[in-house]
């Protein structure tokens, strides 16, 4: 069924809110208190240096979750924002914070109108947050490069978009193709009440390049994470079985034009 941007925004934010703490439950030995883990396939800022030299830099993280990667940022010596849409998740932003001492400034926002100056940060950074739940992902692409200064850094995970031909499963039931690439008819849960509660967006490769693109960004990479050897973790549909085939995420690195 289709899902416009209000009607995303609105589910996604019950929805994260009601599943925040079973989320944290479930993830949050995996992804720390303070690191920044890109994905699912375990692959970290710590070892591949995407964000580049991060010390002294103005730094937003985009739909933070409970603000672990916005804190490894700040221990980097960087000046950290983190926003979220949802609250629920916010308040284990601040649980995070009161464990760890390390806090940085949160705020609720959405990211297709965020409230921040022209030009406020130098790198922004999203790692599975925000984007894929978006109706109106160009838009947000335009708000993320209106905040960033020329020059600036626009680095985000997000589920490959080869995923969306398969069923969301991590055993032999996920290696049979059952929709289109092409077929970019949003995922919608829905309540008792036939009420939207679960919104998520498909893009493919090239409709997220030329969304960049249009946005004002240089793509300067994509990365496709191969599974680790010997890494036996599992996540929803990730899992060694698939990751051995087919990838599971995609990274995309881009810096904000110049002129």
């Known amino acids: 069924m289709p899902a416009d941007q209000p009607t995303s925004s609105r589910a996604n934010r019950r929805w994260w809110d009601a599943d925040a703490d079973d989320y944290h439950a479930e993830h ?3 992804l720390g208190d303070a690191d920044l883990v890109w994905c699912p396939e375990d692959l970290r800022e ?3 240096g995407l964000l580049g030299e991060l010390t002294g830099r103005r730094v937003l993280e985009v739909g933070c979750g409970a603000a672990s990667c916005a804190r490894w940022v700040r221990r980097q ?7 979220d849409l949802s609250a629920g998740m916010l308040e284990h932003a601040r649980a995070g914070a009161g464990r760890t001492g ?3 400034p949160l705020v609720q926002a959405d990211v297709c109108a965020l409230p921040f100056a022209d030009g406020a940060f130098d790198v922004a950074f999203s790692a599975f947050g925000a984007v894929p739940f978006v109706a ?3 838009s947000a692409m335009t708000e993320v490069a209106r905040v960033l200064r020329p020059g600036g850094r626009w680095v985000f995970s997000a589920t490959h978009p080869m995923r969306w031909m398969f069923a969301d499963d991590p055993g032999p039931a996920g290696l049979t193709v059952i929709q289109s690439y092409f077929d970019r008819t949003p995922y919608v849960e829905v309540d008792e009440a036939g009420v939207p509660a679960y919104v998520e967006h498909h893009r493919t490769l090239g409709d ?3 969304e960049l693109v249009a946005a004002g960004f240089t793509v300067l990479d994509v990365i496709e994470p191969e599974w680790p050897e010997g890494f036996t973790g599992t996540w ?3 899992s060694p079985e698939r ?4 990838p599971g995420t995609a990274v995309y690195v881009s810096e904000r034009r110049i002129g």
């Open 243 to 246: 990751g051995a085939l087919f």
């Open 46 to 48: 710590s070892q591949v």
């Open 208 to 210: 997220r390049i030329r």
């Open 236 to 238: 929803g549909q990730w």
């Open 77 to 83: 010596g960087a000046d950290v924002v983190a926003f």
């Open 28 to 30: 949050g030995a995996f």
């Open 136 to 138: 109106e992902s160009g």
């Open 102 to 104: 390390t806090t940085v």
